[in-house]
């Protein structure tokens, strides 16, 4: 190991771990770049994100870490590689092409290694970029048939993370569970207001003066998954529902993209049903 | 009728409209000093409000627009004079003394006749700005004897509006119905997420990453009321549920002073649950 | 005439000008879709942009409105179909690549015609949308020499705008006479702060805790045209001048497209050195 | 020392000076609550900032840690008791009033022990908080005569911090520099735009779409001290400049009170011409 790592510590509060977890550090040889920590003080659990720069194995550093923390600890040392990823969109785009140019120029920490869609459309975007684009429709199939035909091909990505561009279609909790705190998804509401279906008419119902959107994990329970960004904009009595899902796709495309930037730089930890994020 | 007036209109919409009132408006010799309208599609309905100054009889007015305009057409003339407004509060300062300082300065269009609050603490910041304070608990009281107390009182004021600046008592429908669309309230999240009891409590728990406050008129339906403003503030996890309440206060703040400010310059309609505002 | 149309009108400011255009429109059997005025009470000057449907020939329409204005009146009609536009760029891609994905989604109303680059480096994300590229390098060339070239090329697509997609060159004022009111840039700071070269490293420099970004009509006065969308975004002392070009970006993306999307709706008058915007 | 104190420490960055400095800190005894650092990497300047809860002297813990930092190192243990502070104003009342409301009510860590004023305007509202007002005209005196005798009022205070309340005439390099790092401004423009006198004005006739506030520390350098908080608010083309400076007001406020919590918490280190402030 030379290159700069990334160590990711979680375990219950005590006094002093930051400084026994820096004495180690230290006493490796090693340099700090960058160090950030919190307590949830309501769960006393303690997390810890450091980047550092040398020459240590892997296993040599966990074990001296683990050594100075309580039980509980877990510890990950991740090299700052960029992660493998598969997109998955339905027919609109522009979560989709939003990721995909910023994949392109590294502006995320990420390759895009397939793209997945349920309908034909986002193909020719996709291919522009060479991303193999499989088309899995849904028709004529169960869902867990659909999602079957799903994992196959996400299986021959073997990704880090799988990311719901615009995907439109829920996952059953088979999907979920197999990749869990792996996929990230995008809603287009400021959860928790609107819930479910068509939150832009929803939002236009209730007459809300922002509207927003919310990226975060999935997890079984429909939009109630870890928050990880959400952006929000003005609007007025003169946005029809249509205009607010036209005007609302640029705060997608905005919480979306720093979700991914955050997750793929390793910055975000889940605490049950919250995020902790060390900008 | 010599100053500067406001004529508001609601009306099934029509072509021409505009046109006509216009026309009515310059054959009787006044000039329009700002215009502006709004057609709701979904239900066919017209908004308008037009501030005019020049010499002519309310009624006169009201008369001539009146026969150009549907039948259904509700026409309002009303001079720019400061409303007559009661405020309400229980505990909490920060919404109750900004309205003070800004009635104070003339930043909102309102004098403030007369205060109301279910506890005693607010009397002292009342007082010092010569607005009389009524001190009404609701202990050994039945929620109607309560209200009636304070009916009573607000009935003394003859007011134009109510507004509850962090007043946490629920009201009874007989109390909302007396002052339909004359009640404004100050709910503590980006409503409809959150609603009722302990939102920032809510929001913790739900890990968000943006906080928000929404000022509304009061219906029986609990903060479900016509939004007339809203305002949000990034937040992250290091906050805690009482830390998210003490940076909420300047969101609540906010959307509060702007929805008075709006709502006493006779720029917001009410259509069905949503509002129509002219800035 | 039978598609949606725009009128954009300007002229000296007088008593019932709105009355009389309208009237000229509903005396043709015209419908008003939207309607938007504004008077710049500094200089006595009238604007008014309306969206109308209906069957008329354009010049007749335009000469009924004449006859009903002052002297000095300018009006226009305008079919609301795309423009056609040149972008020019140089190296860095994100305004580049956001333009041609909401050209090729249709979010702004434009259809780009030709891509100049004075580097090579963005060909391949043009010619990924079929945009004809050309590279026109500065290298051993005088300015004008430059120019020439480039405006030749312009020539050939003979574009209603050139859009400069952090185009990295400054222009003369033959090219921007040559020009005027149809070229729009992108600056990297929120103007009139940080004008020139480096922005980033200024703002840096001088602490600031918000940077943004600026869209804006190009004239003779460096970076100083009329200005038509900013953006801002927040930051802390831990930012570089790199971190803060890189995450200033998005405020450029937003700033960027939200002007192109004004100006291609025509939604834009240039009122001398400032802008009137009808969103 | 019982109570919760918080430490301050700066000097050249040296590798493991987070790791020496909270060894000491444990070695005493001593429980770390929160704790924040940062590199300058262009200065290799570090800064450090520690909240502590235990019972130590305060000369023991300030040795300790200073034979483990490098020789340049400043060290300050505070007790984070209430800042003693003189607001200064003119005759605006919008910063002036809310800070007292937050000092009033403990929302910033302050007391006002003493106003100023160069016109007699804001003396009710001080005195309905029964804070001293001192009316010093400056008609009729040298600009020197004038801070004399503000000064010597200063002095009977013996304040920790002048905070400038829009108080409105250029202060000499004598008074500045008595008070070095201790006054604290409200300019009311996004700064480094529109510098000096009339900033909406300018920002009127420049035609930005987005105006600002900034907070600052004082320097002889005009409105170009260290910048701890600014905010900014969106206008568009039907703002006046008069209405720019009513919708401005909100934008200093928020601005203001931001920069003194952060400063009065003890959270703002001065870093050259920037701010390095841990939240």
């Given at each position: 190991m030379e290159e700069k790592s990334i160590v990711l510590i979680e375990c219950t509060d005590k006094k002093g771990l930051v400084n026994k977890?820096?004495?180690?550090?230290?006493g490796l040889g090693l340099n700090i770049v960058s160090n950030n920590q919190f307590v949830d003080e309501e769960s006393n659990h303690f997390f810890m994100r450091t980047e550092i720069v040398g020459k240590v194995s892997k296993d040599i550093l966990v074990d001296k870490i683990k050594e100075n923390l309580p039980d509980d600890a877990m510890i990950k040392v991740i090299?700052?590689?960029?992660?493998?990823?598969?997109?998955?969109?339905?027919?609109?785009?522009h979560c989709f092409s939003d990721i995909i140019i910023r994949s392109e120029y590294k502006e995320i920490n990420a390759d895009i290694v397939g793209a997945i869609g349920n309908y034909d459309e986002l193909r020719g975007l996709a291919e522009k970029f060479d991303i193999p684009y499989?088309?899995?429709?849904?028709?004529?199939?169960?869902?867990?048939?659909?999602?079957?035909?799903i994992i196959k091909k996400i299986e021959e990505y073997n990704p880090d993370y799988i990311v719901l561009a615009k995907y439109m279609r829920i996952l059953t909790p088979k999907f979920v569970e197999k990749y869990e705190h792996k996929i990230i998804?995008?809603?287009?509401?400021?959860?928790p207001a609107f819930i479910g279906a068509n939150p832009y008419r929803?939002?236009?119902?209730?007459?809300?003066?922002?509207?927003g959107a919310t990226a975060h994990f999935v997890t079984n329970d429909l939009d109630d998954g870890p928050i990880i960004a959400q952006e929000?904009?003005?609007i007025d009595h003169t946005y029809s529902a249509k205009?607010?899902?036209n005007a609302g796709r640029d705060a997608e495309r905005a919480a979306f993209s720093k979700a991914l930037k955050l997750v793929f730089e390793d910055r975000v930890f889940i605490n049950k049903n919250r995020t902790v994020i060390f900008e």
């Amino acid at each position: 190991m030379e290159e700069k790592s990334i160590v990711l510590i979680e375990c219950t509060d005590k006094k002093g771990l930051v400084n026994k977890v820096t004495s180690v550090i230290f006493g490796l040889g090693l340099n700090i770049v960058s160090n950030n920590q919190f307590v949830d003080e309501e769960s006393n659990h303690f997390f810890m994100r450091t980047e550092i720069v040398g020459k240590v194995s892997k296993d040599i550093l966990v074990d001296k870490i683990k050594e100075n923390l309580p039980d509980d600890a877990m510890i990950k040392v991740i090299e700052s590689k960029p992660k493998r990823i598969v997109i998955m969109g339905t027919k609109e785009h522009h979560c989709f092409s939003d990721i995909i140019i910023r994949s392109e120029y590294k502006e995320i920490n990420a390759d895009i290694v397939g793209a997945i869609g349920n309908y034909d459309e986002l193909r020719g975007l996709a291919e522009k970029f060479d991303i193999p684009y499989s088309f899995i429709t849904h028709n004529e199939k169960t869902k867990e048939e659909h999602e079957d035909e799903i994992i196959k091909k996400i299986e021959e990505y073997n990704p880090d993370y799988i990311v719901l561009a615009k995907y439109m279609r829920i996952l059953t909790p088979k999907f979920v569970e197999k990749y869990e705190h792996k996929i990230i998804n995008i809603h287009h509401s400021f959860l928790p207001a609107f819930i479910g279906a068509n939150p832009y008419r929803q939002a236009y119902n209730r007459g809300v003066k922002i509207i927003g959107a919310t990226a975060h994990f999935v997890t079984n329970d429909l939009d109630d998954g870890p928050i990880i960004a959400q952006e929000v904009l003005k609007i007025d009595h003169t946005y029809s529902a249509k205009e607010m899902r036209n005007a609302g796709r640029d705060a997608e495309r905005a919480a979306f993209s720093k979700a991914l930037k955050l997750v793929f730089e390793d910055r975000v930890f889940i605490n049950k049903n919250r995020t902790v994020i060390f900008e």
